[in-house]
């Protein structure tokens, strides 16, 4: 029989508390001296001194704001203002999805409904930006996944560099982090799922046919035939979940 977690006492809430007050205060201390990506931070000795707080409970909020992505430590060289980077957060939303995975899966699938919103209403401003160039890349890509389905060689990498390609065009950073982190969070769950799983040359086909509505500058198909897509990722993870994994 499963024994129920440990009540937090009110002595460990306070010491959470005050962990992200001081992890809050750091980034506010960033922000205030005017600190930007790669630029270094106070020494530990420093940030204990000006905060009034012991080194270990700095060095400890440190490690926090470094596991977010807000600051890099590099050993023998000092603490640095991370780069723009939400890679962060796939470890943590990757084993959320696997673990719902036994239970219906439903955080699976809200990862899949972001991504198909996210991605099927930006296709029409990305189309809007489309160049000839960015045109070519992404008919290089796709050939290259029809190839790999006719040696019935998984798409993996070639499916994901299609969609970079797609939203290419925005030029937004955030949007191309946001996507890498989902791609990494679904590329483990499939890892998690087993191998073998859909028809390379159906996937193909699929990608060609985005690609035809985005070359002909039909944004509402385009958008529709996106759509399509992720209904058929949405089906093929619920088929396994209710198998369990």
Known sequence: MATAPAAVSPAGFG??????ALQSRIMDLILERGLDVGDALP??????????VGRNTVRESLKVLQALGVIEIRHGFGMFV????????????AFRGRLSLRHNGEEVMELIDVRQALESGLIGPAIEL??????????????????AALEGRPLTGHDAEFHRCLYAPLGNQVLNSLMDVLWQVHRQ?????????GNPEEQAQAY???YEAVANRDKA????RLQRHFDGIRRE???VARQGV
Not at 15 to 20: G, T
Not at 43 to 52: A, F, H, Q, R, V
Not at 82 to 93: F, I, K, M, T, V
């Open 43 to 52: 020494t530990e000795n420093e940030l204990s001194s000006e905060l009034g």
């Open 130 to 147: 489309l160049t000839e160039e960015h045109l070519a890349g992404l008919k290089e890509v796709m050939e290259a996944m029809r190839e």
């Open 221 to 224: 198909l385009a958008s529709e």
């Open 82 to 93: 991370a780069p723009n980077n939400l890679s962060a957060l796939a470890s943590g939303l």
């Open 208 to 210: 060609r046919d985005i």
């Open 189 to 197: 769950i499939h890892q998690a799922l087993g191998s073998g799983r």
């Open 15 to 20: 010491a959470r508390i005050r962990s992200e």
């Open 237 to 239: 993870l619920r088929d």
